[in-house]
């Protein structure tokens, strides 16, 4: 099979799955595992190269619709008449799950994903049990966008990556995927812990002047307490098994003496068991 990727998180999803010799060609922003970087790049994946794709020839294009935009990469692909499938955009750490299960559905990795899935699944209850286990959970406040502020609500993954983790998100009382907010209000909230994630922006180029700079931030709990940490974006904010990495990070951050640390090098979903204990 000859398969195309155009979103990261697809990419990623087929890698797991044990498909990375079967891509042929992937977007922009596919930057994980090192071993795809001599991939045939095929444009952003708000705007994919459809003449390119075609050229590839693929069995089937992992397509998405996760972000405002993509639509033009569907139509391009029917006006060609390229074979694809729409990856479902998931919300919660649950189906991101179940996107493992699709994709394997429509590649003919269908056991594969399945056993996976299982792994994926028994990491998320080991972790809520671990959960159980904190005594004073700590307030968190993502910040996803630092101008104009984005932070997650309720609907999104992290909320659920702070539970499993022995913390709170603090804008969990707003319903909504993502929130825009403004300074103020997050700093009314005064969380624990600030967790910066810009997304599209690489761990080292996240200044953190800019929330250093902003009013009365030194007074705020977090910052006095040493508690402001950058983290790596796309193991928080790409609907991938690789959230799971995420968790296991942020948990260890949050909570040393409960949560163990993040296995260097390995895989939590692929490389890393997890005990009954």
């Known amino acids: 099979m000859k398969l195309i990727s155009i979103c990261p998180s697809n990419t990623e999803l087929a890698v797991?799955?044990?498909?990375?010799?079967a891509l042929v060609g992937v977007d922009d922003y596919s930057d994980w595992p090192e071993t795809i970087a001599q991939l045939p790049r095929l444009g952003p994946d708000l705007s994919i190269d459809m003449d390119l794709v075609e050229e590839l020839e693929p069995d089937l294009v992992l397509a998405s619709l996760t972000v405002p935009g993509m639509e033009k990469n569907?139509?391009?692909l029917e006006e060609r008449g390229i074979p694809y499938v729409i990856v479902p955009n998931p919300t919660t750490l649950t189906e991101v799950g179940d996107c493992l299960l699709f994709v394997g559905e429509a590649t003919g990795t269908k056991e594969k994903a399945g056993r996976l899935h299982a792994t994926y699944e028994s990491i998320l209850q080991h972790y809520k049990k671990l959960a159980g286990q904190v005594d004073e959970r700590k307030t968190v406040y993502w910040e996803w966008w630092p101008k104009p502020i984005f932070t997650p609500g309720a609907a999104n993954w992290l909320t659920e990556i702070s539970d499993l983790a022995g913390a709170v998100n603090v804008f969990r009382d707003r319903e909504e995927a993502s929130v825009q907010t403004d300074w103020e209000d997050v700093r009314m909230r005064d969380p624990d812990v600030m967790c910066v994630v810009w997304v599209?922006?690489?761990q080292e180029k996240v200044n953190t002047k800019?929330?250093?700079?902003?009013?009365?931030s030194e007074?705020?709990?977090a910052i006095k307490n040493d508690e402001l940490h950058v983290l790596e974006e796309p193991l928080f904010c790409r609907p991938s098994p690789r959230l799971l990495a995420g968790l296991v990070?942020?948990?260890h951050i949050l909570h040393p003496s409960v949560?163990?640390?993040y296995p260097e090098g390995k895989d939590p979903l692929t490389e890393w068991g997890v005990s009954d204990d």
């Open 74 to 76: 569907i139509e391009g």
């Open 249 to 251: 990070k942020v948990a």
């Open 259 to 261: 949560y163990p640390p």
């Open 16 to 21: 797991y799955l044990g498909l990375e010799d």
């Open 200 to 202: 599209g922006v690489r």
């Open 219 to 221: 007074e705020m709990q």
């Open 210 to 216: 800019v929330i250093h700079s902003r009013e009365k």
